[in-house]
């Protein structure tokens, strides 16, 4: 294995290899790609809960938590790791490209932006609940309480 500096250095694997993503090659397949990016966020939108009929609305926003909170941990080891080696190797200096930097920071921000609106419609949701169950006088469990 080859070495830099008494380290052993090797070929990083890139670490998008897990995920689906996909290039674009001209601005008609970005164009198109973004439409269906759109389509599927404008599926999560409360206004079209009644669409779909299955309830799917539920198990969508479930699998979007679910991928978000895997990819902000990511995002999170990867913030670590870079701040390590930049630490370690490099006496503080930023090691990343600018425009890298900047980038990994903006999806940082995004990333937790997310799960922020997430926290804060499921607060939403449970305080309504409350409400409506003070209103009816029902319990949590579906019991029904008397004042």
């Known amino acids: 294995m080859a070495s830099l500096a008494g380290v052993k250095v090797g070929k990083l694997g890139c670490y998008l290899d897990r995920y689906s993503y996909r290039g ?3 601005a008609k397949e970005l164009a198109e790609e973004s439409t269906r990016r759109r389509s599927l966020l404008e599926s999560l939108q409360v206004e079209n809960l009644g669409t779909g009929g299955d309830g799917g609305l539920r198990q ?5 938590k679910e991928s978000t909170l895997r990819f902000l941990a990511e995002i999170y080891t990867l913030r670590r ?3 390590s080696i930049k630490q370690r190797y490099f006496e503080g200096q930023e090691t990343l490209f600018p425009e890298v930097a900047e980038g990994f920071d903006q999806l940082l ?6 799960v922020a609106i997430y926290n804060q419609a499921l607060a939403d949701d449970i305080e309504r609940l409350e409400c409506l169950s003070a209103e009816t006088g ?4 579906g019991t029904h309480h008397r004042p």
């Open 24 to 26: 674009c090659q001209d």
């Open 60 to 64: 969508r926003v479930e699998q979007w």
């Open 81 to 83: 790791a870079i701040d």
């Open 109 to 114: 921000a995004s990333s937790e932006k997310i």
């Open 138 to 141: 029902n319990g949590p469990d």
